[in-house]
């Protein structure tokens, strides 16, 4: 099992350039988020989707869409990159049996 | 609502002393609580978790917390350090999503 995989891994863009960051499980759960991590914050939610057909806004939703495609694949559309949004970003997948969540291994983006 | 705050933003031991993390929460309930590492590089791994069962709780490559109602601490803690501890560690509260604590980063020297 590949658990959480996220492509690209790496990606620059110029600012007005758009973008989908792609995320994908293999581990059958109903809950994927997408997270930024910036130095000294943490990770801060930006969406999740509760199950196949549903998304909601996290904690910094603004400048970003969401498309939850199929329980396996839940993606991330910057449309008109800011350099604000040069950060890495996570994708992850929530057991609520165990209450863990499993992440991928992120995406670094860069904005120019 | 549900917080944690991690009291350090660096910590930095020598290979083979103890290791403490610390991480106080704040919740209007019982709260179920997490540590995660990151190494350099990766994605966040979970290494233990506190869900009201026992108050120490035992994780992997050796860590542990102690959940302390009282403090509203949940400390993380290693006997002795190794080198491939070195990472950034996160404490994190269940609300209605997961909040992250904004993390420490451990150096351990030779």
């Known amino acids: 099992n590949a658990g959480v995989t996220q492509t690209p891994k790496f990606q620059v863009l110029k600012t007005g350039q758009s973008m989908t960051l792609q995320c994908a499980q293999d581990?059958?759960?109903?809950?994927m988020y997408w997270y930024r991590q910036d130095p000294g914050m943490g990770l801060r939610l930006i969406y999740y989707?509760?199950?196949?057909?549903?998304?909601d806004k996290g904690e910094v939703p603004n400048g970003y869409n969401v498309s939850r495609l199929n329980k396996r694949e839940f993606s991330l559309r910057l449309e008109s990159a800011a350099p604000s949004q040069t950060s890495v970003y996570f994708c992850?997948?929530?057991?609520?049996?165990?209450?863990?969540?499993?992440f991928g291994p992120g995406t670094r983006l860069t904005v120019t | 609502a549900q917080s944690v705050t991690q009291l350090d933003s660096h910590v930095s031991v020598s290979e083979g002393t103890p290791v403490l993390l610390r991480c106080n929460y704040s919740?209007?309930?019982?709260?179920?609580l997490f540590w995660y590492v990151q190494h350099p590089n990766k994605g966040l791994q979970l290494l233990l978790k506190?869900?009201?069962?026992?108050?120490l709780v035992k994780g992997i490559n050796g860590f542990e917390a102690e959940f302390k109602k009282s403090e509203t601490s949940f400390h993380l803690t290693k006997p002795s350090a190794h080198m491939s501890d070195a990472a950034e560690y996160f404490c994190?509260?269940?609300?209605?999503?997961?909040?992250f604590g904004k993390g420490t980063k451990l150096s351990v020297k030779p």
């Open positions: 919740s209007s309930y019982s709260p179920s």
């Open positions: 506190y869900t009201s069962a026992a108050t």
């Open positions: 994190v509260v269940r609300g209605v999503h997961l909040i």
């Open positions: 581990m059958n759960h109903n809950s």
């Open positions: 989707s509760a199950s196949e057909g549903t998304t």
């Open positions: 992850a997948c929530y057991s609520t049996g165990s209450y863990e969540q499993y």
